[in-house]
């Protein structure tokens, strides 16, 4: 890149023709780290005012130590150097002194902009020490990078800004929505009267309690080998529904063809019963074909009266979660539930009819969560790629 395509961004708003130019953090802001107050997490009142520290917004409290329009930047503590922690706010703040305080002059920069230029810029060069790298206040002043108008940056941290709310909305619509879903597994499920709190019109009666080992077939997988990175079958292993999804790109592989009963079947459920006591019991619905079952997690496969969209559903709820640890063999790195122990696990079921009711209702809903979480992706790989394009 040559300099003079190093003052123009590659992409920018009609009417602005001027080459950037550099300039050091000193030269466009002010800082505040003076009125910063640290406070422990004991001694914090619970109230609206965002509480920030070294990696973002940890708590809500009472009192603000600045009230206006800031950049907050993360002096230490932060992990993910690619993600510097860097955050815009307008209004009442409370700063403990993990965190630097820096307002735009007024005549020089725009906070908006300035919030994504220092997010944009590769904070590493100038951090100090090992494990919990530190950004000094003096160096953070002399971190510098190129810089349009005043008119441009107005524009540019207008853009930034409503990109970010529209990402802020589907984070909301998506927490929402997993709150919402957290409450109805809780309700919509029996409980030891034999009744669920909440419940689809036409159905009334009591749930049937039975074994896990009679509603499902339990059976172990076929080992690969560990060693490949590609191979001609594909295997499931642990990580493979480690987010709770059966996760394709974290498969095992084996180039000798496994026994066809091993080869999985839409609707089947894998569960965890060898993991850390965090992850025991976490269970995924088989949603893709020409997958073989490997070793270290057990398949389900579903009897004539059982929705496997249900029994997953229900496998989700706190109590099935409770169960699983409670019934886990501790050991030193992981903890196991024997098959013969988990068939033995106590499961309500209403008839066929009412699991399918349920199981497609929580279908739907997981399919609306999805739907949230792609578009925030898109968001979010969309306002990279403009950071990337719209600064020097």
Known sequence: MNDTQAKYPQLR??????????????????????????????ERVAGETPYYGANGIQDYVEGFTHNGEFVLVAED?????????????????????????????????????????????????????????????DVMMKINFKVPTLPEQVQIGKFFDNLDH???????????????????????????SGYPVVRFEGFDKAWEERKLGDAVSISSGVTGDATLQDGEYRLTRIESISQGTLNVARLGFTNKKP??????????????????????GKVALVDTTGIYHGINLLRFQMRNDVDSEFLFQRLNTTPMKNWAVSHANPAVSQASINQTELSKQPISLPTITEQQKIGSFFKQLDKTIALHQRKLDLLKEQK?????????
Request: proline share 3%; with cysteine.
């Open 13 to 42: 708003f009609k009417g602005f023709a001027d080459p950037w130019e550099q300039r050091k953090v000193s030269e466009l802001a002010d800082r505040y780290d003076n009125l910063r107050v640290p406070i422990t997490a004991s």
């Open 77 to 137: 503590g932060a992990n993910d150097l690619q993600n510097y922690p860097v955050q815009y706010v307008d209004g009442k703040v409370w700063v403990n002194n993990h965190a630097h305080v820096l307002q735009a002059k007024e005549e020089r920069a725009d906070n908006k902009f300035l919030t994504n230029a220092l997010k944009h810029t590769n904070i590493e060069p100038y951090l100090v020490g090992g494990g919990r790298a530190k950004l000094n206040a």
């Open 166 to 192: 529209l990402i802020t909305l589907h984070e909301e619509k998506k927490r929402q929505l997993e709150c919402l879903k957290s409450a109805l597994l809780q309700k919509m499920f029996a409980d030891k």
């Open 259 to 280: 026994d066809q009963k091993y080869l999985l079947n839409l609707g089947d459920i894998l569960y965890s019963n060898i993991n850390s006591l965090s992850h025991i």
């Open 384 to 392: 990279k790629g403009f950071l990337q394009k719209m600064f020097v």
